[in-house]
């Protein structure tokens, strides 16, 4: 039986931390949803913020709910955001509900597999200016996020602008680094990619969290920027031939 429990925080009043048998999922501020205490949600909110101008609200699918960090953090910085938030497992979300409960306006959560959950939003003609997955099961991914079919598909929700976001938990090597980044080459073989994250990470080095930026066209340069001067540090922002080389250059 899994073992879902919030962990209060030592760094702030009202800080918790899920725990899902014993491993740290997702840390929540209820005082302070724009606080992303993760590395790697910071860098996803630093592409959320990029994206469009300052305070505009954006459509956003979140595949994976977790704690609701994102979903909280896009409507405390962009009110008036649709988001819909998708996760396969009832009794987390119910935890989630009763423990830390979120925005009532704006955030509609749906317990559903994520790949069902693209193909019903892309057969009601949807367009998001993002797509988060972040779907774990522990520190496992499902394969399905790296189905070229499931990656085109989530492209092709987004409006122009938009971008998917993959969180990627790897073990040094970048092996999962590199098969999202084939699995997107073969889903758009014109997309624009970037990956970035901890340099000591993304040199190869060590285990730890990137992230994967994707979108049909040329990412906009604004979102490199801001992950650059965002930090969290030291960081690396990988693109073009920098990126090709990092993944394949020395294969």
């Known amino acids: 039986m899994t073992r879902i429990e919030f962990e209060a925080d030592v760094f702030s009043a009202r800080g918790l931390t899920l725990l899902v048998d014993g491993t740290a ?9 724009t606080r992303l205490f993760f590395e790697y949600l910071r860098r996803v909110g630093h592409v959320v913020d990029a994206i469009a101008l300052p305070g505009a609200p954006i459509a956003v699918l979140h ?12 409507e405390a910085t962009r009110p008036g955001s649709i988001q819909m938030v998708v996760d396969h497992d009832a009794e987390l979300i119910e935890v989630v ?13 749906s317990i559903l597999d994520a790949r069902e959950a693209v193909l019903d939003a892309a057969r009601r003609g949807e367009r998001f200016d993002a ?15 790296d189905d070229p079919d499931f990656l085109a598909a989530c492209l092709g929700l987004l409006r122009e602008g938009g971008v998917v976001i993959v969180n990627i938990a790897d073990a040094a ?3 999962r680094l590199r098969t999202s980044a084939r699995a997107f080459a073969r889903a758009a073989p014109g997309a624009g990619v970037l990956a970035v994250g901890d340099t000591h990470v993304l ?6 969290n990137s992230v994967l930026v994707a979108a049909s066209a040329p990412l906009p340069e604004a979102i490199a920027a801001r992950l650059e001067g965002g ?8 693109t073009g031939a920098k990126l090709d080389f990092a993944l394949w250059g020395a294969c």
């Open 97 to 109: 509900r009763a423990k830390a409960p979120w925005p009532a306006s704006g955030i509609e959560v």
């Open 173 to 175: 090597g970048l092996a």
């Open 203 to 208: 040199d190869g080095g060590e285990e730890g």
């Open 231 to 238: 930090g969290p540090l030291p960081v690396t922002v990988l």
């Open 63 to 74: 595949l994976g709910g977790g704690a609701l960090t994102l979903p909280r953090y896009v």
């Open 131 to 145: 797509v988060v997955i972040d779907v774990y099961t522990h520190l496992d991914a499902p394969a399905f996020v």
């Open 25 to 33: 999922q997702s840390h929540i501020d209820l005082d302070d949803p």
